[in-house]
């Protein structure tokens, strides 16, 4: 006959397998339309802000913003690009830069792209990339101007100078697309909590039956924070 704890650890398991969390991303407001994520990542970013198109740009403070492109057609001829920028740090930090491939044409020309516009998605996650992992030879400089304009700049730094190899128009976005983005992220996290915790309770039920004594171990020891695991586990001189 199955024992409660039994049983209590078979319910927590139905549980967390039951967890949908595929149904809180179909929720993502930037899905809208049609289109689908092919990138998603936080990047370190530059932010410095212009006050005019001619004024010189303050001094910059480096965050990580999540940059995520959404396309909208097949990869091999995409109808639009759509590239958002969030922070973690601002929840109002919402900026967008949307291209189709007649607007790609003036890009193209005004900045000698040698690419065509199915090759732009790739270009931009290459760059975005390379800046995660070289963050002192690749920066991604974001310039914020009045009006809600601002600019992404990709620099290449050649040691003797700074090379501007790609520069993407962005436009901050309305109160309601922030409106819609804050809510999605924080039932996000939300969402995510809920998983952690019922994955939790069942870890906690399996060891009950197992092994009770490194159970009450655990929940005797304090919890631990982010930062703290190195200092704890460093011996004392």
Request: proline letters at 5%.
């Amino acid at each position: 006959q199955m024992s409660l704890s039994t049983k209590d650890a078979a319910s927590n398991e139905e549980a967390l397998h039951a967890f949908d969390f595929s149904t809180i991303d179909d929720m993502d407001p930037s899905l809208a339309g049609g289109h689908r994520a092919i990138y998603e990542r936080e990047v370190p970013f530059e932010l410095r802000v212009q006050q005019a198109a001619d004024a010189p740009q303050e001094v910059g403070t480096l965050e990580a913003v999540r940059v995520k492109l959404l396309l909208l057609g097949d990869d091999a001829a995409p109808a639009a690009l759509r590239v958002e920028l969030t922070s973690e740090n601002d929840l109002f930090f919402n900026y967008t830069h949307t291209l189709d491939p007649e607007g790609f044409r003036q890009v193209q020309e005004s900045q000698k792209l040698m690419v065509d516009f199915a090759e732009y998605p790739s270009v931009l996650t290459r760059m975005l990339d390379t800046c995660i992992r070289e963050p002192h030879a690749h920066l991604a400089v974001f310039v914020m101007q009045r009006g809600g304009r601002g600019h992404l700049d990709f620099i290449q730094n050649m040691e003797y100078k700074f090379v501007e190899l790609l520069s993407c128009a962005f436009v901050a976005s309305d109160d309601e697309t922030v409106r819609q983005s804050i809510a999605f992220r924080y039932n996000a996290v939300k969402s995510r909590l809920a998983l952690m915790q019922a994955r939790l309770q069942d870890i906690n039920a399996l060891v009950k039956i197992k092994n009770p004594s490194l159970l009450l171990q655990l929940q005797r020891a304090p919890p631990r924070f982010p930062g703290s695991a190195a200092s704890a586990t460093t011996p004392a001189k």
